[in-house]
C-alpha cells in the first residue's frame, strides 16, 4: 500500500469507469426509453468499490507482516498517526523538516533504519530499535510537547481554565493537567479534571511482551491491550487530588487506548473546529518530530 494508504490508479480507474456507466445507464434509461420504469438498483459508488479492495489489500498486508510491523500498519493508520500527512504548513509550527518526512515516510515503509547493527549501541537494528536504543532517549521530550499543545487548546476553550503540572497536592509528583470551569459544567461541558500524559513506544519490550488470549493476533488489539494496562498503571499511580481523574495514553506512533479516545471526544464536544482540528495536527506532528529525533537515514 505504499506505507500511505493509497490504492494504485491501475486498481482505480475500472473501479471509477464501472460506477461512472452504471450511474449513466440509470440516468439515460428513462430519456431513451420513456416507456421504461426506472429501475431501482442500488447504485455502487467508486468509494464504496474501492473501500472493499482496500479492506482486502489490508488484511493481505497485516496477514504478511510480522507482529511488530503489522503494529506500525495499524499505528500509522490511527488518528494522530497520519494527520501530519495532510497537514498544510501554513504557520511554522505545523513544518516538517525534509529529514523528518524523509524518516516518516521510512518508517511508514517498514523500512526502518539503514544499518544492520545500531550505530550507537551495536545492537541488532531491529524495527523499531531507535525508539528502545539505550543511547537514544530522545523521544521521550514528545510528553512536554504533547502537554504543552494539549494545555493551550484547553485553555483557549470559553469558560476554562487549564494548568499544566497544577501545584498543590501533598506529593512531589504531579498531574499533567488541569482543567478548571470558570461557568460551570453545564455551561462549558467540560467538568474539572486532571490528566496523566503517557508517551510510550510500541516497541519496548513489555509492549513486545503483551498478547492475547486463545491466540488472538490481531494487531490493534494487541496495542489497545498494552495502551489500557499503561492507563491502569498510571491511575493506580496517580497522586492524589480530589478532581476527577483521566489518564491520557499515546504511543510513539500515534495510537490511543479506548479511554483517552473518550477524553479527546470529550474535548472535541467543547472546543472549536478550528481549535481542536489544530491540536490533532500539533499533536501528530510534535510526535513524529520525536519518533525521528534520533532515526538515522
Ligand atoms: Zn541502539
Redesign the pocket.
Known sequence: MGGLGILSYKTVAPQAYAAASEVADTTLAPILNPGSLPDSIQLITQHERCQEIFSGNKEALLGSLNPEQAKAVVEASSKLGRVWLTTIPFQPSLRLTDFEVAAALQLRTLTGEREAH?T??G?ANFFG?PEV????KFWRAARHGAKRIIGQALASTPGTRARLEPLGHQTSRRNDIQTITLLGSQATGLANAEYDLTVISLASKDARATSLPNQDTDPSRVTNKYLDSVADLTVRHRPRSNLPFHPIVFSLGGMMNGSTTKVFASWKRVMTRGTYNLMLKRLSLCLLQARVRSFEL
Not at 536504543?133 to 537514544?136: D, N
Open positions: 545500531c550507537r549501541c545492537e530499535h536504543c539505550l543511547e537514544r
